[in-house]
């Protein structure tokens, strides 16, 4: 496995699993996120998940600051609780700077996943795997009616923002819808892995169709970027209708966006 990465990222693997291997507490070291998907390359992070014996967890949970010191030049770290995973470490080490997420989960926990982890080491490979094939894999996905129920009251956000002249929210509005709704609806109906605006440029024509919906810091420019982006988003969803589409939508917010205070 380590062969196919590049060499800061191959240098970093192998001492974690030799690390796992002789600590006693751990059952099994595995992998998620691009490591699985694929596309990993240089500027990639480790998706790591550090299945711990349960009746340790606790205390491995109250050391694993310590415990990713262990691994490297250990620069920041900090808990995931602002993404609901309280388990999870966010890691950067360097130089040269690495990225690496350690999420350290009890072996009687090991819920669901959005993919199958690929297995990087276990203590009893045969058993692991016998529970990762009762676990729940649930890929992420949103149905048209999640994009639907959300966006009018999102756009509408943005436009009150840009009515009170706090620019800068308006244009963060803008920011969170392309990365929530319109790049996940962009790569569902090109029928890719809907993921936000990771690597979206390399995904056909959705740069260009993106690019009318930034704004500058000014009011008409951030106007016609609401109006461009309420109009893309009614072209994504005429590809997948919602079941219940909101009433008085999109006349209603173009209205607002244009009505003079």
């Known amino acids: 496995m380590t062969g196919k990465l590049p060499n800061l990222?191959?240098?970093?693997?192998?001492?974690?699993?030799?690390?796992?291997?002789?600590?006693?507490?751990?059952?099994?070291?595995?992998?998620?996120?691009?490591?699985?998907?694929?596309g990993f390359d240089e500027q990639s992070d480790?998706?790591?998940?550090?299945?711990?014996?349960?009746?340790?967890?606790?205390?491995?949970?109250?050391?694993?600051?310590?415990?990713?010191?262990?691994?490297?030049?250990?620069?920041?770290?900090?808990?995931?609780?602002?993404?609901?995973?309280?388990?999870?470490?966010?890691?950067?080490?360097?130089?040269?700077?690495?990225?690496?997420d350690l999420k350290f989960v009890a072996a009687n926990d090991l819920g669901s996943f959005s993919e199958r982890p690929l297995v990087l080491w276990a203590r009893d490979d045969t058993g692991l795997r016998r529970r990762l094939d009762a676990v729940e894999i649930a890929p992420a996905g949103r149905t048209a009616q999640w994009f639907?129920?959300?966006?009018?009251?999102?756009?509408?956000?943005?436009t009150t923002k840009m009515r009170r002249g706090e620019y800068f929210e308006a244009l963060s509005g803008l920011d969170f819808f392309r990365d929530v709704v319109l790049g996940p609806m962009l790569r569902r109906n090109a029928g890719e892995?809907?993921?936000?605006?990771?690597?979206?440029?390399?995904?056909?024509?959705?740069?260009?169709?993106?690019?009318?919906?930034?704004?500058a810091y000014d009011r008409a420019a951030i106007a016609?970027?609401?109006?461009?982006?309420?109009?893309?988003?009614?072209?994504?969803?005429?590809?997948d209708p919602p079941p219940a589409p909101t009433a008085h939508m999109p006349q209603a917010l173009l209205d607002y966006i244009d009505e003079r205070q």
């Not at 606790?58 to 262990?70: C, L």
């Open 9 to 38: 990222h191959a240098r970093m693997l192998d001492r974690v699993v030799a690390v796992v291997q002789d600590d006693s507490r751990f059952d099994a070291l595995l992998a998620g996120g691009s490591l699985v998907t694929g």
């Open 46 to 100: 480790l998706d790591l998940i550090l299945v711990v014996r349960t009746e340790v967890q606790a205390a491995v949970m109250a050391e694993r600051r310590s415990f990713a010191a262990g691994l490297g030049e250990l620069l920041a770290a900090f808990t995931g609780e602002h993404v609901g995973e309280p388990r999870l470490l966010i890691c950067l080490y360097g130089p040269p700077l690495l990225h690496v």
């Open 148 to 158: 639907e129920d959300r966006t009018w009251l999102w756009l509408h956000y943005s």
């Open 193 to 215: 892995r809907p993921r936000g605006l990771r690597r979206i440029e390399g995904s056909l024509g959705a740069r260009d169709r993106l690019l009318p919906t930034l704004a």
């Open 224 to 239: 016609e970027a609401l109006r461009r982006t309420t109009a893309l988003y009614m072209e994504l969803r005429a590809a």
